[in-house]
């Protein structure tokens, strides 16, 4: 079956512009991650939805970034006025649950790179 | 809480071993390990549930000890396909039924000939 997708793979943008990074889960999985990795560097936990519960976003770096999950499925990650150091791979991963026991599948990035 | 993992980089021949371990300060439910290789995303290789099983992948296999909180991989006979980076991931329970999985900053495999 399908993966997770993430679109687009490749972005380049200016310093300043928005950008909206989107994650397609795999269907029926209601757990959600987004994940910075810049280069060399492991994963920094950005966002985690789970269900219809309030997301936790404790790991976004500024209020320039916003994520949100429509219809509890899809969701797009939005970063404002971007800047440099916003430069990195952008991963989405979804599980089945959010259960203990369940593995974490990686979509395969998201290269952001501002100029 | 981050888990911490080491060595943070390790170089091998082919056919050595080595261990990787990772390490938490919080009680844990499962232990999950990934490698990620350069440039792809980071592959499941397995997840550990309490009660102190070990189990396999390849000649890859891990343990896990729930009252250290503790993980360890160990990978034997290292061949180069072996190479990338490996992280653990720590689930905890964080409430309303759910579990958080948080990840280690990983270890830096390379293998050579």
């Known amino acids: 079956g399908a993966g997770v997708s993430q679109s687009p793979s490749n972005k380049v943008t200016e310093k300043g512009k928005d950008v909206e990074l989107r994650c397609d889960p795999i269907s029926g999985h209601t757990a959600l991650y987004w994940y910075r990795q810049s280069l060399g560097q492991g994963l920094e936990f950005l966002i985690y939805f789970q269900g219809n519960s309030a997301p936790d976003k404790s790991g976004l770096p500024s209020d320039r970034f916003s994520a949100e999950r429509t219809g509890g499925s899809v969701s797009t990650l939005t970063i404002q006025r971007t800047q440099q150091e916003d430069s990195a791979v952008y991963l989405c991963a979804s599980r089945p649950t959010s259960g203990g026991h369940n593995e974490q599948f990686f979509g395969p990035g998201t290269r952001l790179t501002v100029l | 809480q981050q888990p911490v993992q080491s060595p943070q980089a390790v170089i091998l021949r082919e056919g050595e071993d080595a261990v990787i371990n990772c390490s938490s300060s919080k009680a844990l439910y499962s232990v999950h390990w990934y490698r990620q290789k350069h440039g792809e995303a980071p592959v499941f290789l397995m997840i550990l549930l309490k009660g102190g099983e070990q189990k396999g992948h390849e000649k890859i296999s891990a343990s896990f000890n729930e009252k250290k909180q503790q993980s360890s991989l160990y990978l034997t006979a290292s061949q180069l396909s072996y190479s990338g980076t490996y992280f653990c991931?720590?689930?905890?329970?964080?409430?309303?039924?759910?579990?958080?999985?948080?990840f280690g900053k990983g270890t830096k495999l390379s293998v050579i000939p």
């Open positions: 991931g720590t689930a905890a329970y964080s409430g309303a039924g759910s579990y958080q999985l948080t």
